[in-house]
């Protein structure tokens, strides 16, 4: 049985984006999670999300989506119901199926929402479990477990198992695989629907990053779901990352980007970052052509990803207007799916 990828993304328009443009051969095998961003700047948070996934979320895609990250009383100020079931009504309403994701945090409150939301689309539930080193939830033990799949009404194959390892870079690798081992070790043996270990090693922002040059950066995450793949001799796991984010929701950046692209190359990223001199995001022009011209872009070229189509729009002139943060994020992500998939199916090695 082939390994199935597991996105952890953004709830953001670029991600919805790559989404979209999914390849049947990737949509095939991959389960994404879309993590709800809190961002004071828009509007109606929910029911922009929503939104994005009735337009962008292929049909018959099932979506895990995780609340956790959402202020309940901010975002929930004058309505009634906490954000999974106002998510679970509006993505109901809009013909979309949604699969919740909870927590061994989670209050009597939240799970209720997530009973509610995994009866009303019949699609299971998500538990999420951190099992990083700086974990404040911990492992959950075999009471805790009993109590959280007692207050959502599922049974243990109704749900994913979606272990959390956070962020990882090469000094911390070998700690958090013992750790990660630990926890394996320790959570109460269920037969889970599907048991997916994720981490994420992109860093947390460009700054720094020389500009108008490629940056190598190690895919750690993909190296630790190795680690641990090869010592693990339970239930097969699911790999899952980040896509081409740090793990953690950030804080909302100030000002606009550099034209930068996120470019995953093998068990690499290749991180381009030009300085903005041009009118327009011109720049941009210039760092898809040095990509393109690269030994970094891959032998089938566009054909990749639709995010490869348009960069090399870009690089040929093809484009009238090099995009923005938002499309460069959706193009790197388009890619960064593609190559994912394609390197689980042929080689099973993210």
Not at 143 to 171: I, K, W, Y
Not at 265 to 277: C, E, I, L, N, R
Request: hydrophobic letters at 40%; a neutral charge.
């Amino acid at each position: 049985m082939l390994v199935v990828y597991v996105p952890v993304l953004k709830g953001k328009a670029g991600e919805f984006y790559a989404l979209a443009h999914t390849s049947p051969a990737v949509r095939q095998h991959i389960r994404p999670v879309m993590e709800l961003v809190p961002d004071e700047q828009v509007r109606n948070l929910l029911e922009t999300f929503c939104d994005h996934a009735m337009n962008y979320v292929p049909n018959h895609m099932v979506l895990t989506v995780d609340c956790g990250a959402l202020p309940r009383g901010r975002v929930l100020e004058g309505d009634v119901g906490g954000p999974v079931v106002r998510v679970s009504e509006s993505l109901g309403c809009r013909g979309r199926s949604m699969c919740p994701v909870f927590r061994p945090s989670d209050g009597p409150d939240v799970l209720s929402e997530v009973a509610h939301a995994a009866t009303d689309h019949g699609q299971g539930a998500c538990l999420r479990v951190s099992v990083a080193g700086d974990g404040v939830e911990g492992v959950p033990d075999e009471r805790r477990v009993r109590a959280l799949l007692a207050s959502v009404h599922l049974e243990p194959g109704e749900v994913d198992l979606l272990l959390d390892a956070g962020p990882v870079t090469g000094p911390t690798r070998k700690a958090l695989t013992s750790q990660v081992l630990e926890a394996l070790t320790s959570l109460p043996a269920r037969p889970w629907r599907s048991v997916c270990l994720a981490s994420g090693a992109f860093p947390l922002n460009l700054t720094g990053f020389p500009r108008s040059t490629a940056t190598r950066v190690v895919r750690e995450d993909a190296r630790l779901w190795l680690d641990i793949a090869e010592r693990w001799k339970g239930t097969r796991l699911d790999y899952g990352d980040f896509g081409v984010t740090h793990p953690r929701i950030p804080l909302r950046s100030r000002g606009t980007p550099h034209p930068n692209m996120r470019y995953t190359a093998g068990s690499d990223w290749q991180v381009f970052v030009y300085p903005k001199v041009k009118a327009g995001n011109d720049d941009f022009f210039d760092l898809s052509a040095d990509l393109v011209s690269s030994p970094y872009w891959p032998a089938t070229g566009a054909d990749t990803s639709w995010g490869d189509e348009r960069l090399e729009d870009c690089a040929v002139g093809r484009r009238d207007k090099a995009g923005g943060a938002t499309q460069w994020r959706a193009w790197a992500t388009s890619h960064h799916l593609a190559v994912v998939t394609s390197r689980l199916a042929g080689d099973g090695v993210p």
